[in-house]
T-cell receptor, first 113, second 114 residues
Framework: DGGITQSPKYLFRKEGQNVTLSCEQN?????MYWYRQDPGQGLRLIYYSQIVNDFQKGDIAEGYSVSREKKESFPLTVTSAQKNPTAFYLC????????????FGDGTRLSIL | QKEVEQDPGPLSVPEGAIVSLNCTYS??????FMWYRQYSRKGPELLMY????GNKEDGRFTAQVDKSSKYISLFIRDSQPSDSATYLCAMLANSGGSNYKLTFGKGTLLTVNP
């Protein structure tokens, strides 16, 4: 079955620590996205990538970093510079132009220890 | 004014009721309209995808788009407890060149009581 796999499902971060969230897709999509979801705030775009080795900042990129070395993979690093990292993180993918619906993974819940 | 407005609810209905969920928007550039359903601790899943004004039906679900009023709706007939979830409206607009950006409403939490 084609889809998007996010791991881990739950993640805990200590002060001053960087953590990396994994996102893998086997939908053969060119574009991949990272969103942050907070209660009452909806989905906010962190970073997106339309092609391997290229990515763009979204609306709330500060404190986050990404890489896109393979078409199937788009990991997100939450750095120690992100002072309020507790949230539900969602990865999505779509066609290159983004004019088709995005497909989502089941998210990673990140909490502070 | 936010680009997409959606009443967060919560909305609670008895089983079998007709549910109406709505979003309004201000950006005339929105061209494609979607409804996603999100169960607790899961990712959003696509329910409906429409382009033109009018109605689109899929089983118990009907999506309605009124571009002149900048208003979209999702109707759920014969609602079931399994429909209890957060419903997100989403809209696509050209963001420059051949690329598109997806904007979400904040979601409406629906509970269908047996």
């Amino acid at each position: 079955d084609g889809g998007i796999t996010q791991s881990p499902k739950y993640l805990f971060r200590k002060e001053g620590q960087n953590v990396t969230l994994s996102c893998e897709q086997n939908l053969n999509h060119d574009a991949m996205y990272w969103y942050r979801q907070d209660p009452g705030q909806g989905l906010r775009l962190i970073y997106y990538s339309q092609i391997v080795n290229d990515f763009q900042k979204g609306d709330i990129a500060e404190g986050y970093s990404v890489s896109r070395e393979k078409k199937e993979s788009f990991p997100l690093t939450v750095t120690s510079a992100q002072k309020n990292p507790t949230a539900f993180y969602l990865c999505a993918s779509s066609n290159h132009r983004g004019d088709q619906p995005q497909h989502f993974g089941d998210g990673t819940r990140l909490s502070i220890l | 004014q936010k680009e997409v407005e959606q009443d967060p609810g919560p909305l609670s209905v008895p089983e079998g009721a007709i549910v109406s969920l709505n979003c309004t928007y201000s950006n005339s550039a929105f061209q494609y309209f979607m409804w996603y359903r999100q169960y607790s601790r899961k990712g959003p899943e696509l329910l409906m995808y429409t382009y033109s004004s009018g109605n689109k039906e899929d089983g118990r679900f009907t999506a309605q788009v009124d571009k002149s009023s900048k208003y979209i709706s999702l109707f759920i007939r014969d609602s079931q407890p399994s429909d209890s979830a957060t419903y997100l409206c989403a809209m696509l607009a050209n963001s420059g060149g051949s690329n598109y950006k997806l904007t979400f409403g904040k979601g409406t939490l629906l509970t269908v009581n047996p």
